[in-house]
């Protein structure tokens, strides 16, 4: 007997400052599934690879016409190479990575409650005050352009060395300014769900 089975994959991201409590963006992300069935694959295989390693950031996502009309480009969830429009910063947020700086702020927890048919990895990424070491010293910035003005991020896995990672989500937003005056923490849900059940959620 053949037992039919699917799973559904969806992301959700909360940037927010944790001190204010000022949130940012609090939406959906896309998925990239085609890296997110090889990286379930390699992970379930027991490869050593496919595993969450990085949040990345850039500044390519939009752009600001001089009425200050925000154009959203689409999310890269198409080809093995998909990758940020733009990266500028990233942080690795696999807290048994030794390359984890702070795996008390950048760290992943797995949430599950018995009898659900899903599961949430919780991604915790925080750029603290001092981070990028560039950034300007508040957050007036009108270059929408400028190196630390963040509109796009995703979740990278490892495929082997860290410059050859792989993404598996992407999301666009308007532009978001870190400086040294503010932290920014993200919150990154991904639920992972047998759609044997998809009704009960």
Known sequence: MIEPGLAKITGHVKIHDPNSGEI????????HYENISIALA?????R???????????????SVDPTGVITYLPPNTTGQNADLYNQTYAKVVDDNSAADTDPINNKMTVLHTAGNVYTDILVTCLLDY???PEQQAFDNSTNFNGEYVFDELGLKVWNGAS?????????IFH???????????????????????INAV
């Open 24 to 31: 940012f963006y609090n939406d959906h992300n896309a998925i």
């Open 48 to 62: 050593n690879l496919g595993y969450i390693y990085q949040m990345a950031f850039g500044n390519g996502g939009s």
């Open 42 to 46: 390699q992970t379930l295989s027991d």
């Open 175 to 197: 532009p978001v300014q870190k400086s040294l005056n503010r932290q920014i923490q993200i919150d990154y849900t991904l639920r992972i769900q047998t759609l044997s059940n």
């Open 163 to 171: 410059d050859n990672l792989r993404l598996i989500t992407h999301v």
């Open 130 to 132: 001092g981070e990028p």
